[in-house]
């Protein structure tokens, strides 16, 4: 990447030096030759001003030398009065024009200046014997030793600017990637899920490489709750399957060591409880296995919420361990009917579960959602605690102990069907105990709409 951006950096300039120096020395040249040619015709108005007052007479000693010359030619093209340096010599070019017009012709061919180019300026004046024609030539030597001298300035300089550019770029590109060399080297030494505390340093600043920083640290937070969640899942549920199988055990065992004191009855009663609660343990495992890898998938049909609610009140009551009140106005939605009466299960097995003696259930529609308030008169759950009781595996104190038949499940599975309708899952404050109120969107027809 620092070779890459060194090269289209150097690459970039000298394209743009390139075209900036041949347009430096195309303007610098253009800019001599109207210079000169301005000369000329400076000069070319002088002599003619001294034409109009003295006519072929006019001196023309100013106009000497090798770089220049001056000429005064009639119509016909003879050479009335010349410079010293081409005294003698016919005229120097060909053009006639108009007194009050003038002529500008670029030529190599003049009897001085060794085949140098020149610019001639051809000047029409009507002087005291008749229309004549005032010829001044300046040499263009000085434009190209000056183009020359600028060219070859260019030449020397034109490396030099791109070594230098390339040098910058290159130290400056290394000085830009190096919080990202050491966001690398840092994220190199993360070796499988041991080292997910590590964070990469940020640099300071606003930019994009800042923000990547941040991003990758949030990352590598997210990995580690994630690893820390999977240990502890792991470790939770070896926990709780290796109870009921070493219960299983446990009354074989002492079945098989003392038949005559056994009741083979009570025996197998207590493991067929046992195997229940491996049975629904084992269910709830591989739904959640499922929900982490795919999400949850429901059906959408046509759902009753309110006989869904007095079904988990009537199931309630004939386990005879609480006393049920239920209020549940008609309420239909869209959802799973088998994922949704899971939900309200585990609710209602949560509430009894932890009642002093009396849950209850109310089903209510508050504008565009439909809510199932499933609320105890138990010890209730510490605000601290009320997001909390949603992880998996998840007990507060010692009442929520694995005797009274609770995984530690039952609340996460219901969230994840909440949110899998688009609904949600929460606990507030009660006015007894525990109160966990469950959102599920509600579609009114358009019988119930059309009587709003």
Known sequence: MRWRTTAAATLAVAVFLAVAALAFAFAQRQQLEASITEAAQQQATDIAAQVVQDGAGADLAAGAGDQSLVQIVDADGNV??????????????DARPDPGSTSTIRSAALPIGEGEDFVVVALGVRGPDGPVVVLVAQS???????TAVVVTLLLIGYPVVLLGVALTSYWLAGRALAPVEAIRTRVATVQGTTELDARVPVPDGDDEISRLAVTMNAML????????????FVGDASHELRSPLATIRAAHEIAALHPETRDFTATSRDVLDELDRLDHLVADLLLLARVDEHGLRVRSVDVDVDDLVNQEAERLRKLGTVTVTVTAPPARIHGDPVQLARA??????????????HVDLT??????????????????????DRERVF???VRLDESRTRASGGTGLGLAIAREISTAHDGNLNVEVGTLGARFV??????RNEREAADQ
């Open 391 to 393: 992880e998996r595996f």
């Open 221 to 232: 937070e997210r990995l580690e709750t994630g690893s820390d969640r999977q240990r502890r």
């Open 438 to 443: 469950l959102v599920l969107p509600y579609q």
């Open 344 to 357: 309200l299960r585990n609710l209602a097995d949560n509430a009894a579960r932890h009642a002093e003696g």
């Open 80 to 93: 009335l009065a010349a410079s010293p340096s081409v005294d003698g010599e016919p005229a120097v070019v």
């Open 140 to 146: 263009l030597e000085l434009v190209g030793q000056s």
């Open 363 to 384: 089903l209510q529609i508050r504008g565009d959602n439909v809510e199932v308030v499933v609320e105890d008169d138990g010890p209730g759950i510490p605000e601290a």
